[in-house]
């Protein structure tokens, strides 16, 4: 597939590659870095045959738009043609700037990243709020935090594990997870009335997760990896990020370093209520509560149940337990930081 990249790229985007390599692999894309003649480095995608290819040009786009916003976004190379998505018979792809010299935030927040990563995602939404897709709007916070729907999941998936029952450990395991998360709803429910009554939805990232969050030390270097614009909480993505499970695992501070990222989240985005942000981590809470991600791998796509994803599900299992656990802890150190 590299000599296709290389192909591809003189064609479409006057790129004369030296040399093609195998990325960082994608959840759903195949990724190459190409050297060009001059030195530089471009992160190139390549989409499946499946792909919705406007819904992903709306995803560049939407972080296209961000990056004129002062969000450090890599630029997108257009085509020949203008285009931001090259197709050719073999292969659809995309280019983008390679960020140089940066890592994951998967299980690094700590020091002054918190407030970087908070800092960030609040400048991220005060400039997609202004997005085409419509200006923020209040909705009834069981929208965000959907138990009802988390119901109807878990049963499904534990009538699904009834017809094909667990053939590996995993899947075993992740049967008895469902079951267990099912019968912990009504604690959640309870859990989720503290919330406001109504939460903000506005355009949001989309897929905020920690791979997608690119530092050099104690900055971000880039957001990568948009969705196409969708109204979502900016609540709901802010703790997605901040409280990754990895994050909640590694660092056992993490209650004040998430005041830090709240704090300066609210410096860059005053918009959103300090009532919301209070609710940062009850929200992150009932996400890892009532998600049904990777207990359904095993029978949605058992092609990707690795060891690395066995790891974080169970870390992910972990870390919703030791989120409940300093619940009160969190809010309290909130509470004193933002009143």
């Known amino acids: 597939m590299s000599d296709v990249v290389a192909r591809i790229l003189p064609l479409f985007y006057r790129i004369i590659p030296t040399v093609v390599d195998e990325g960082p692999s994608g959840t ?9 003649s001059d030195g530089g480095r471009w992160f190139v995608k390549a989409y499946p045959a499946s792909a ?6 709306q995803a560049l786009e939407l ?67 202004r997005h085409p897709s419509g200006p923020p709007r209040r909705v009834p916070a069981r929208e965000v935090c959907d138990v009802k ?20 450990k995993f899947a075993d395991w992740a049967r008895e997870r469902a079951a267990q998360r099912l019968d912990a709803l009504p604690t959640v429910a309870a859990m989720l ?37 969708i109204h979502r909480s900016p609540v709901w993505e802010l703790g997605r990020i901040v409280l990754d499970p990895r994050t909640v695992l590694a660092q056992p501070d993490w209650p ?18 300090t009532e919301e942000l209070l609710a940062v981590p009850r929200v992150a809470a009932g996400y890892l509560a009532c998600s049904v991600y990777p207990l359904s791998e095993p029978l949605d796509a058992p092609e990707a149940v690795t060891s690395e994803l066995e790891a974080y599900g169970r870390n992910r299992q972990a870390a919703m337990v030791e989120l409940r656990k300093r619940l009160t802890e969190a809010e309290e150190v909130l509470h004193d930081l933002l009143h």
């Open 256 to 273: 004040t370093g998430l005041a830090s990222a709240i704090a300066a989240y609210q410096a860059a985005n005053p918009a959103l209520p």
């Open 28 to 36: 759903a894309t195949r990724n190459y870095v190409a050297r060009d």
């Open 149 to 168: 729907r988390a119901r109807q999941r878990l049963e499904r998936l534990l009538a699904s594990y009834t017809k094909r029952p667990p053939t590996s």
């Open 63 to 129: 972080g296209q738009f961000a990056r004129l916003g002062g969000i450090p976004v890599p630029p997108v190379r257009p085509t020949l043609d203008g285009d931001l998505i090259a197709v050719d018979g073999e292969l659809t792809v995309s280019v983008a700037a390679y960020v140089e010299n940066a890592e994951t935030a998967e299980g690094v927040l700590f020091g002054g990243r918190w407030a970087a990563v908070g800092e960030t995602v609040g400048r991220l939404h005060r400039t997609l709020a």
């Open 52 to 57: 919705d290819l406007d819904a992903e040009r």
């Open 193 to 229: 009335e503290g919330l406001p009554a109504s939460l903000t939805v506005q355009t949001v990232h989309g897929d905020l997760a920690s791979p997608n969050v690119l530092l050099r030390g104690e900055h971000v270097a880039a957001l990568i990896d948009f969705r196409p614009p």
